[in-house]
């Protein structure tokens, strides 16, 4: 699995978008980018991935760039439930995951 | 998706003794994968299951100290063996469904004193 670096932690206020960027410079052409998210207590949650193209779906959109070496996870608007740890995985989504230290995500009231 | 049920969610052992964690899938899969989360720590995997065979241990985890079980597609167990306080973390099962997404356990809360 391709190694990725994360910022330790960010602060969004309710209600604008949260950007959580990713870099995973080292990620195989063939090796999706995968988010998860850990809200406390809980197991980990799966949000998005991608190999290519930028994706969305209901809960967020998944930028990747040209190189593919770095994305960005988008939450559109952030709301006070979406305070969490967020993983950025690179891998091949039928194999085992290597969890990183995560961004942890604080939504502002 | 997938269902998974874990038992117990939590439990407080003495130390010395081994405390066996199931993991319940809704569906069959090929591979079930344990995981550890220590306080405060990110996941790291303990081991992968698969049917019909022996589990495939990380570094740094032996089957003695975790033996694991897999009788079939939708069922594993996994052993935490002579506990220390040390061994208090959260334990979580997942499957994947293939080039998708992963589903987690809500994990087992260890405690050992």
């Known amino acids: ?25 080292t990620i195989s052409g063939n090796e999706y980018v995968y988010w998860y998210r850990q809200i406390h207590s809980q197991g980990p949650q799966y949000i998005i ?5 930028n994706e969305t779906n209901e809960m967020a959109s ?5 190189d593919r070496k770095s994305s960005t996870l ?15 995985i690179g891998g091949f989504g039928n194999e085992k995951l290597t969890f ?9 009231p | 998706s997938a269902v998974i049920s874990q038992k117990p969610s939590r ?37 992968t299951a698969n049917q019909g065979s022996e589990a495939t241990y990380e570094s740094g985890f032996v089957i003695d100290k975790f ?11 996994l052993t935490v063996s002579n506990m220390s306080p040390e061994d208090s973390s959260i334990y979580l099962c997942s ?17 050992v004193v």
């Open chain 2, 67 to 77: 033996p694991i079980s897999r009788p079939n597609l939708t069922f594993s167990t």
């Open chain 2, 11 to 47: 439990d407080i052992c003495q130390r010395g003794t081994s405390l066996t964690i199931q993991c319940q899938v809704d569906s069959q899969v090929t591979m079930m994968f344990w995981y550890r989360q220590q306080p405060g720590q990110s996941l790291t995997l303990i081991a």
């Open chain 1, 74 to 88: 988008i939450l559109p608007h952030a709301t006070l439930r979406d305070t969490a740890v967020y993983y950025c």
């Open chain 1, 100 to 108: 990183g230290t995560g961004t942890r995500l604080t939504i502002i």
């Open chain 1, 49 to 53: 991935h991608g190999l290519k193209n």
């Open chain 1, 62 to 66: 998944l930028i990747i760039t040209e």
């Open chain 2, 95 to 111: 499957v994947n469904r293939e080039r998708t997404e992963a589903f987690f356990g809500q994990g087992t809360r260890l405690t």
């Open chain 1, 1 to 25: 699995d391709a190694k990725t670096t994360q910022p330790p932690s960010m602060d969004c206020a309710e209600g604008r978008a949260a950007n959580l960027p990713c870099n995973h410079s």
